[in-house]
């Protein structure tokens, strides 16, 4: 900036507080801490993480037409960081992995009570429906009902 400060003058404009090693920036010949330039409204992002609520400076994540820092867009069971990874959204637009989102969603089988999940490497599961009961096929004992 081409001045000398005393340490205990070399201060933000806004808050007062000591810059002496810290990080500082200057707008029109004022001094601000970086909390004060980057939550006063001089710095020009207006991108806002929708988890966390903090200003996004540098690499923005978007998804669900909403910004993320990419360490806050995570699975709401596991909380797994799903940056890059596919993911599934419920009716209450909660955020899942794959994995979780099945284990969630899935029908329940009758019989063991356990989520009737796609087999591994299909995205696809099969379940018997009878009586409106859903079931592993290895679980289904063929029931039937006669009227």
Do not use: W
């Amino acid at each position: 900036m081409g001045h000398l400060f005393h340490d205990t003058c070399f201060t933000c404009s806004v808050c007062g507080e000591i810059l002496r090693g810290k990080a500082f920036y200057t707008v029109s010949g004022r001094i601000y801490c970086e909390e004060d330039f980057l939550y006063s409204g001089l710095h020009p992002s207006t991108e806002v993480c929708s988890s966390c609520g903090y200003l996004i400076m540098d690499m923005v994540l978007q998804a669900r037409g909403k910004s993320y820092h990419p360490t806050c867009f995570r699975c709401v069971v596991c909380r797994q960081s799903l940056e890059g990874l596919p993911f599934s959204v419920d009716a209450d637009s909660r955020v899942y992995c794959v994995s979780d989102y099945q284990k969630v969603q899935a029908p329940r089988c009758a019989a063991c009570r356990g989520p009737i999940l796609p087999t591994e490497g299909s995205a696809e599961s099969i379940r018997v429906v009878s009586c409106n009961r859903n079931y592993h096929v290895e679980c289904y004992n063929g029931e039937v009902n006669l009227i």
